[in-house]
């Protein structure tokens, strides 16, 4: 999984619902890890202007990386993840572009949690360092 991450990536983990075709009826359900990168979040719509009538909103834009569905546990055993077959795949594709808006706001909030930790730590690094200099 590893492979496919980078630091504007963001995994989801969500639920599909298979449904039967002909009848319309739901008859299970797959567990998908959705890895996405937001590669336009959008803008809000802006007034008019003397030399603009104005821009309508344009909403996020995001584009799936990489998708692994839960491979059927044995009794007792922990869940784990495999590639997703590909008709699977077309499913979550369609699920992300359904709710880009959705997972635009979950990657916003952990590049908050991101940058919250990366401050953390450089706050955390500048404290060592001005201990080590007092001790030499």
Known sequence: MTAYRSRDCFDHE???SLYRFQEGNEVGDIDVKITFEVTNWGRPATGPSYSSGGEPAEGPEVDMVHVLMQNAPMSGSKPSYIEAWDWVHEMAGQWVDDHADEL???????MEGRSDAAADA????DREDHLAEQGK
């Open 14 to 16: 969500t639920t599909l």
């Open 122 to 125: 450089r706050h955390e690094r």
């Open 104 to 110: 635009a706001a979950v990657a916003s909030l952990e």
